[in-house]
């Protein structure tokens, strides 16, 4: 298999988190923050370079504070503090890693949370789920209800795929749906909201007509574990593109990769009309593409608006004027 050749983000002060933005969505205004740790110790999946933002070496709890005090001090999240609805933490990898995210600056970062934002409902993780221990989100679940308002815990994970060989043997996700069920059965007791990231068409050994197969598939698995475990989730969509620094940038190069269409987008969204799961589609790359290599084109410009605007307002009727075709 082709290497990686990314190198690690050394130059970056580590006092001050990877990055972080706002994101509007239907359950009101989200800051997503990903915060510079020791980059993701599985590191293997093909069309990933999240652990380039990352450190090589481990990020002590000191340094950590110091990055959420520069959160909580930054203007723009002190002007929206009493509308951030959603807070999404990210390290590019997995934040119940306790190797890679100190338990204590996790602690710390949930008090701010109670303190700064008096509207907060969901406080989200993202983390492989071999990461996962019920206890410590329990326990991080009844810090967060001491806050002004109830807020819930979500888990966020990588599935990236539906199908089992493109998702482990071709992208190395090394996640199998029994480990994923087995996460979901130990969660479920605790009504954890849960995310999931999948990816469209993540693999060049998928035609735009698999890719959207793919996503279909994944939204009706999604749906059924809802259904059975009475869990609410949510799939979070990321059209794939070409990673700097990936296979997926030399087979983009090559020609043999092309980032899936955003109309392809639409119309595998658009399965998940009716179904018990909400969908948000990532439009953002995170300047992790390479030049060219991004799933919007010129000209999408109408498109993305239309795909954001679902995103507000899981109305369908948006994808579906968008995909005539579809009746
Ligand atoms: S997709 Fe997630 S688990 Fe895979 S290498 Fe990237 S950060 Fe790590």
Known sequence: MEEKTYKFNVTHDKNKPAQIWFQES???????????????????????????????EHIGYKTLIAQIDHVFNNPEVIQQRKSVKKIIISNNGSVLDEETFSSTALIYLMAK??????????????????????????????????????????????????DERIRNDIFQKGLSFELFENFVKKIAPYKFRLKCYFMQKPVPQMSDADAVNDIKQGIDYLSSIAAQYNLRINMHLNPTFAAKGTPMEKSFKEGKYTPPKLIDVAKAAHSGKDKNISIFIGLYDEGLAV??????????????????LFNKTQDYNILQDILPETG
């Open 26 to 56: 239907d359950e009101g205004l989200i800051l997503f923050t990903v915060f510079y740790t020791q980059a993701c110790r599985w590191s293997r999946c093909i069309g990933c370079n999240l652990p380039s933002k990352m450190s090589k």
């Open 113 to 162: 949370l109670n303190l700064n934002f008096p509207n907060l409902s969901v406080v989200s993780m993202e983390s492989r789920p071999e990461f996962v221990e019920v206890e410590e989100l329990d326990f991080l679940g009844r810090v967060l209800k001491e806050g002004d308002t109830p807020t819930e815990l979500e888990i966020a994970v990588g599935i990236e795929a539906f």
């Open 291 to 308: 030049e060219g290599g991004s799933f919007i084109r010129p000209g999408d410009e109408k498109l993305v608006e239309h795909l954001e």
